[in-house]
């Protein structure tokens, strides 16, 4: 009860949230508080179980969308021009369709109903069969990685191919040689002192954390797609307080496009392996003489791969806005 | 108590259309890509709502404790993957967003759509 009664106040600053959004004129505004909706919808996740996606949306919305947004800003103008009043019909349909679909809500299965349907499918299957077919803790990932790796695959891809058409319309951002730097230059936020020294100490404490989060996914909440953004996350602190030019010196972006496209490669070779060694492709358990192992390595292959190409996309993503003047 | 359980679903609605609202009502480029933005939301909270079962937990099985009761793991990996998708997809828009500006000087699309056929 106490936690319906949580969820129901979360959900209300939710949609708070969302008219703010929506009402603010001044586009810097709206970005903070997109920033304060998904941080919301990131303790609303939670509440709902769903640990591993609460870790992704707290770091890829609330962290890397935020950024982006405000990157994207830097280039256009921060205000919204009022022009055209709005008509009666849009607000009037748009207000039809929200009552309609809240009179079909009540055929819904009420929260947390162990009989709905969406619960009677294949997800018992999935966690019964799990230790003893795939032996890790994690369901999400044993899902994610191993029962549904060819959804994986195909979501890597996206990723990728996003990655590329950003490129195309900005263009890549270059990178000094780090030998070549001068270093007297002052960029970023580096004469103040207090962003200056919270970023050296937390820096390295979040790239740390990113790899945990990598390697240790398939004990406890996280993954190759959480890991890649909080990454991202450490390295655009980073360059926010150090300067871009030092960051593209420290992580070229010829390194970064390797990482992309190595990592999706990587995923894919890991199921032509699979193929390679007399299974299907993506079947992992061929990869090592007990099928148990052989998943095992499956997995932290593709969520390596899934991690490199995450990482990769979205620090270039940031570059190429960086980079823009 | 029943209608507090599906207060979940009629957030999603409300949401769902506030996104719909701002996305068909604002001309600023970005507005519109951050309703879209809202929009997603609503669906992913959507599909997170139908994995929560009652008294369960997150799916990762402990070692030594028996009886316990998983949420469904599927709607959380479904979701997990679109979010980050999704922030690749808004990066795609501001982009073009960006290149707009670029062109036209604008990025309300009244005004783009004026420059067009004046031009």
């Known amino acids: 009860m106490t936690t319906l009664l949580i969820g129901a106040f979360l959900l209300s600053l939710l949609v708070i949230t969302a008219v703010a959004i929506v009402r603010a004129t001044d586009l810097f505004s709206a970005v903070m508080l ?6 919301l919808m990131a303790l609303n996740f939670f509440l709902l179980d769903a640990a591993d996606v609460a870790l992704t949306e707290a770091a890829v919305g609330a962290g890397v969308a935020t950024v982006l947004l405000l990157a994207g800003l830097r280039l256009t103008p921060p205000t919204e021009a009022r022009g055209r009043s709005l008509r009666v019909l849009t607000p009037a349909v748009i207000a039809a369709v929200a009552l309609l679909m809240i009179y079909a809500s009540f055929g819904q299965p009420s929260l947390g109903d162990p009989q709905a349907p969406a619960q009677q499918h294949v997800a018992p299957w999935y966690i019964e069969k799990t230790p003893e077919l795939v032996d890790i803790p994690n369901i999400v990932t044993a899902v994610l990685a191993s ?22 319309l900005l263009g ?9 730097l001068d270093s007297n230059v002052e960029e970023g936020l580096s004469r103040h002192l207090i962003p200056k020294v919270m970023a050296r100490l937390l820096v390295p404490f979040i790239l740390l954390f990113a790899l945990f989060i990598q390697f240790h996914g398939e004990y406890s909440p996280g993954g190759g797609f959480q890991a890649g953004a909080i990454f991202v996350a450490g390295i655009i602190l980073f360059s926010l307080v150090r300067g871009e030019r030092l960051t593209l010196a420290v992580i070229p972006p010829r390194v970064l496009l390797w990482m992309s496209a190595g990592g999706a490669l990587l995923y894919g070779a890991v199921g032509l392996a699979g193929i390679a060694m007399g299974g299907n492709f993506l079947d992992y358990s061929v990869l090592a003489d007990d099928p148990i192992t052989g998943q095992h390595i499956g997995i932290i292959v593709i969520e390596l791969g899934v991690g490199l190409t995450v990482t990769g996309v979205l620090l270039s993503i940031f570059h190429a806005f960086a980079a823009r003047d | 108590m029943k209608l507090l359980g599906l207060f979940n679903y009629w957030v999603f609605a409300v949401l769902l259309m506030i996104g719909l609202f701002a996305l068909i009502s604002r001309q600023n480029l970005i507005k519109k890509i951050m309703a879209l933005a809202i929009f997603q939301s609503a669906v992913f909270l959507f599909f997170i709502t139908m994995s929560k079962i009652e008294n369960g937990t997150a799916p990762i099985i402990q070692a030594g404790v028996d009886n316990q009761i998983f949420s469904n793991p599927l709607p959380q990996v479904l979701i997990l993957t679109a979010i980050v998708v999704g922030i690749s997809t808004t990066a795609l828009g501001l982009a073009i967003a960006v290149r707009l500006y670029e062109e036209y000087g604008t990025i309300e699309d009244n005004e783009i759509l004026a420059l067009d056929r004046s031009a």
């Open chain 1, 34 to 39: 997109s920033g304060i909706f998904s941080l």
């Open chain 1, 147 to 168: 029962y549904r790796g060819f959804d994986t695959l195909g979501e890597v891809f996206v990723v990728l191919t996003a990655g590329i058409g950003v490129m195309f």
């Open chain 1, 172 to 180: 890549g951002g270059r990178g000094k040689p780090f030998s070549r």
